[in-house]
């Protein structure tokens, strides 16, 4: 049969799926394939083969859809970061919203659903305040790049190739970070090439540099560096701090994350200063933000206002409510909902987070947030709050279901869910459907040129 793994066939994409991938459907069979979009006519090798599905490697782009433009981005076609930077941004959010509405209908089984227009991304390069990239001991060469003998292949540091862990694009220019942030990656690269410690080998798991972490202040237009090895060498890293400090007066922070995990990613066993301040700080409308190496911030400084706003106008508070937020990170949303409620409290399992919000709260002269630290689920139970308004924005797993049962319990008259990924939004949402009405889900894009798509949903108790 034409579809068995290893086989070539000729394709039409009719659709994208959400994860990004072009979907063909010859004779209504489903076939995934990267980097395609609806209207190209391909030619795939079959990669994979299951039963109600295959998913396909692209070999030749036979006929180019209409919606295809050129990617502003020299590595798009390779890099895991903007896999839809060929599709114009107004059909990105087209399709974003199908993807809503097609994960609450067939995930959550929950029809009728309003689900409004997406909300543009302000910006849509430039736009991100925290980029990670990778170092490795082993680049990987572009099929143009293998043809040039000049190019080394002992150190990338970048952007993996999608669906690898070992794979390593080395980027000397990330559209979607503010130019100085290439800059300084660019001086990062020449100061590790020459230091003469080696960069880590994904397979060995042996190599000194790992991670380099870069955070942006939009407000204030402070850099923070975040140098992620796996052992302390004070020697080699505090010449590099100054460097990049008198170079670039804009970095404020310099942190070396220590880590000798094996496992890919950037938070260290422990962290230590190596110049200026321990945390960058940010504004976000009339508040400051302090917020240290390994805290979640959203990524997207404008979008993160237009959503924070849009959990306001959900929450509709008059100053008299007491607040519950679920997942609370840095105390981003209690603080910013503080002037219109009674009390907000915030719970979150990264205790550094948890610092970050008191401090935050303090910052801002805040006296009506309080934050505790654990797991949710071990937490919420103990806390004996009231609890008239709740906002849950969890990680992309979405809610623990003893938590959604807890949550029931509690019976907030509203939750405002704020989610990072239709699917488990949908999932949540439909195991909350026998206690609550879903009145609008209101999607807003903060990751421009991928699939990711952020939703905010209003609950309401019936
Ligand atoms: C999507 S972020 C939202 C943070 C915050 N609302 C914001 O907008 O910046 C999810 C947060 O949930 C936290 N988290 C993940 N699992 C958790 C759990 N089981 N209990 C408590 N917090 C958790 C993460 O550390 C992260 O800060």
Redesign the pocket.
Same mark, same amino acid.
């Given at each position: 049969m034409a579809f068995q793994k290893g086989k070539t066939t000729e394709l039409e994409i009719i659709d994208l799926a959400f994860g990004g991938m072009g979907i063909a459907k010859p004779d209504g069979f489903p076939i995934f394939v990267d980097r395609t979009l609806p209207g190209d006519k391909v030619r795939v090798r079959i990669t994979r083969k299951k039963k109600n599905y295959a998913e396909g490697g692209l070999l030749e782009l036979i006929e180019s859809s209409p919606l295809r433009q050129k990617a502003p981005c020299s590595y798009a076609g390779n890099c895991g970061g903007c896999r839809w930077q060929a599709l114009p941004y107004s059909e990105q959010l087209k399709y974003k919203k199908q993807h809503v509405i097609d994960s609450l209908e067939h995930i959550g089984l929950l029809k009728g659903i309003l689900v409004k227009d997406v909300i543009p991304s302000e910006n849509i390069f430039g736009f991100r305040n925290k980029m990670e990239f990778s170092c490795s001991d082993r680049r990987w060469l572009s099929p143009e790049e293998l043809a040039n003998i000049e190019i080394k292949k002992d150190f990338g540091l970048g952007l993996h190739v999608p669906g690898t862990f070992d794979k390593i694009i080395d980027i000397e220019k990330c559209l979607i970070q503010p130019d100085i942030g290439n800059q300084i990656l660019n001086d990062i690269r020449i100061y590790i090439k020459e230091s003469g410690l080696p960069a880590y080998n994904f397979k060995s798991h042996e190599g000194f540099w790992r991670f380099v972490m870069l955070r942006n202040s939009a407000a204030f237009g402070t850099w923070m560096v975040n140098i992620v090895t796996k052992q302390e060498n004070d020697n080699i890293l505090t010449p590099l701090a100054h460097k990049l400090m008198n170079k670039y007066p804009q970095i404020t922070s310099v942190i070396n994350n220590i880590t000798s995990k094996k496992a890919s990613i950037s938070v260290g066993e422990y962290e230590k200063v190596i110049a200026g301040e321990n945390s960058i700080k940010e504004k976000l409308g009339d508040f400051t933000f302090e917020i240290s190496a390994n805290s979640?911030?959203?990524t997207n400084t404008k979008g *993160?206002e237009t959503l924070y706003s849009l959990v306001s106008k959900y929450a509709d508070l008059s100053g008299s409510e007491h607040v519950l %937020?679920?997942?609370? &990170? @840095?105390g @981003?949303?209690p603080i910013w909902l503080s002037k219109d409620a009674k009390q907000v409290t915030g +719970?979150? +399992? /990264?205790e550094s *987070?948890v610092q970050d919000a008191n401090k935050n709260a303090a910052l801002n002269s805040i006296q009506n947030c309080s934050f505790h630290v &654990? %797991? +949710?689920?071990d937490v919420l139970p103990s806390i004996h709050k009231q609890c008239d308004v709740m906002i849950i %924005?969890?990680?992309r797993v979405g809610m623990?279901k003893d938590v959604v049962e807890q949550v029931i319990a509690l019976a907030p008259k509203k939750i405002v869910y /704020?989610s990072?990924n239709p699917a488990t939004l949908a999932r949540d949402i439909s195991m909350l459907q026998s206690q609550y009405k879903v009145v609008e889900v209101q999607p807003v894009d903060m990751f421009p040129h991928t699939f990711h798509i952020e939703s905010v949903a209003l609950l309401e108790l019936v």
């Amino acid at each position: 049969m034409a579809f068995q793994k290893g086989k070539t066939t000729e394709l039409e994409i009719i659709d994208l799926a959400f994860g990004g991938m072009g979907i063909a459907k010859p004779d209504g069979f489903p076939i995934f394939v990267d980097r395609t979009l609806p209207g190209d006519k391909v030619r795939v090798r079959i990669t994979r083969k299951k039963k109600n599905y295959a998913e396909g490697g692209l070999l030749e782009l036979i006929e180019s859809s209409p919606l295809r433009q050129k990617a502003p981005c020299s590595y798009a076609g390779n890099c895991g970061g903007c896999r839809w930077q060929a599709l114009p941004y107004s059909e990105q959010l087209k399709y974003k919203k199908q993807h809503v509405i097609d994960s609450l209908e067939h995930i959550g089984l929950l029809k009728g659903i309003l689900v409004k227009d997406v909300i543009p991304s302000e910006n849509i390069f430039g736009f991100r305040n925290k980029m990670e990239f990778s170092c490795s001991d082993r680049r990987w060469l572009s099929p143009e790049e293998l043809a040039n003998i000049e190019i080394k292949k002992d150190f990338g540091l970048g952007l993996h190739v999608p669906g690898t862990f070992d794979k390593i694009i080395d980027i000397e220019k990330c559209l979607i970070q503010p130019d100085i942030g290439n800059q300084i990656l660019n001086d990062i690269r020449i100061y590790i090439k020459e230091s003469g410690l080696p960069a880590y080998n994904f397979k060995s798991h042996e190599g000194f540099w790992r991670f380099v972490m870069l955070r942006n202040s939009a407000a204030f237009g402070t850099w923070m560096v975040n140098i992620v090895t796996k052992q302390e060498n004070d020697n080699i890293l505090t010449p590099l701090a100054h460097k990049l400090m008198n170079k670039y007066p804009q970095i404020t922070s310099v942190i070396n994350n220590i880590t000798s995990k094996k496992a890919s990613i950037s938070v260290g066993e422990y962290e230590k200063v190596i110049a200026g301040e321990n945390s960058i700080k940010e504004k976000l409308g009339d508040f400051t933000f302090e917020i240290s190496a390994n805290s979640f911030f959203q990524t997207n400084t404008k979008g *993160a206002e237009t959503l924070y706003s849009l959990v306001s106008k959900y929450a509709d508070l008059s100053g008299s409510e007491h607040v519950l %937020d679920l997942y609370s &990170g @840095t105390g @981003t949303i209690p603080i910013w909902l503080s002037k219109d409620a009674k009390q907000v409290t915030g +719970i979150e +399992i /990264v205790e550094s *987070a948890v610092q970050d919000a008191n401090k935050n709260a303090a910052l801002n002269s805040i006296q009506n947030c309080s934050f505790h630290v &654990g %797991d +949710i689920k071990d937490v919420l139970p103990s806390i004996h709050k009231q609890c008239d308004v709740m906002i849950i %924005d969890p990680p992309r797993v979405g809610m623990h279901k003893d938590v959604v049962e807890q949550v029931i319990a509690l019976a907030p008259k509203k939750i405002v869910y /704020v989610s990072c990924n239709p699917a488990t939004l949908a999932r949540d949402i439909s195991m909350l459907q026998s206690q609550y009405k879903v009145v609008e889900v209101q999607p807003v894009d903060m990751f421009p040129h991928t699939f990711h798509i952020e939703s905010v949903a209003l609950l309401e108790l019936v």
